[in-house]
């Protein structure tokens, strides 16, 4: 299935809005809890949403979010 503009943006709006309510986080903590899909395109998006400014990656395997999405999310910091 080719994937639209709207599915891209729920992928990383979905993982946002997960890592903005979180401490942090790896990419089979999103694929149990917030997408349906493969790793290879969690990773993708991780990508993209680090490149973004919007996630930082802590490890090999951890992520959280940065101030920014915790902002964007109205967060407490």
Same mark, same amino acid.
């Given at each position: 299935?080719?994937?639209?503009?709207?599915? *891209? $943006? /729920?992928?990383?709006? =979905?993982i946002l809005m997960f890592a903005?309510?979180?401490?942090?986080?790896?990419?089979?903590? *999103? $694929? /149990?809890?917030?997408? =349906?899909?493969?790793?290879?395109t969690i990773r993708k998006c991780?990508s993209d949403l680090i490149e973004?400014?919007?996630?930082?990656?802590?490890?090999?395997?951890?992520?959280?979010?940065?101030?920014?999405?915790?902002?964007?999310?109205?967060?407490?910091?």
């Amino acid at each position: 299935m080719r994937n639209t503009a709207l599915e *891209i $943006f /729920e992928n990383r709006f =979905d993982i946002l809005m997960f890592a903005a309510h979180t401490t942090t986080f790896n990419v089979t903590d *999103i $694929f /149990e809890a917030v997408l =349906d899909t493969s790793r290879m395109t969690i990773r993708k998006c991780l990508s993209d949403l680090i490149e973004s400014g919007y996630i930082e990656k802590l490890s090999v395997y951890d992520y959280q979010a940065t101030a920014k999405t915790k902002e964007l999310f109205k967060v407490t910091l």
